[in-house]
């Protein structure tokens, strides 16, 4: 099992900045990618920034040039640097572990954690 704790959540205004985290514990194998990912409400949840521990990253076009996806691989956090948020950010936010081993994948999820942009 994979325990992810979320952060940095809140209520920010538009052209304002967030960091969340997540940080995992629990038995983590070391080939792992960790992301984030939201759901807005009556919306599928969507991809937002995946980051792997070999250090590869993957934004949303949406976001690519707003936000920043990190790591530290050394406590199993990874980080979401939101810059220039837009009212269209606002979403339940949820941080994502995944691994394959062998064959079997695994995919854990953290409990999300809310932000939201005025105008």
């Known amino acids: 099992q994979v325990q992810l704790v979320e952060s940095g959540g809140g209520l920010v205004q538009a052209g304002g900045s967030l960091r969340l985290s997540c940080a995992a514990s629990?038995?983590?194998?070391?080939?792992?990618?960790m992301g984030w990912y939201r759901q807005a409400p009556g919306k599928q949840r969507e991809l937002v920034a995946v980051?792997?521990?070999?250090?590869?990253?993957n934004l949303a076009d949406s976001v690519k040039g707003r936000f920043t996806i990190s790591r530290d691989n050394a406590k199993n956090t990874v980080f979401l640097q939101m810059n220039s948020l837009k009212p269209e950010d606002t979403a339940v936010y949820y941080c994502?572990?995944?691994?394959?081993?062998?064959?079997?994948?695994?995919?854990?999820w953290g409990q999300g954690t809310q932000v939201t942009v005025s105008s």
């Open positions: 994502n572990y995944h691994d394959r081993i062998m064959s079997l994948e695994r995919d854990y």
């Open positions: 629990g038995s983590i194998f070391s080939n792992n990618a």
């Open positions: 980051s792997t521990s070999r250090g590869g990253t």
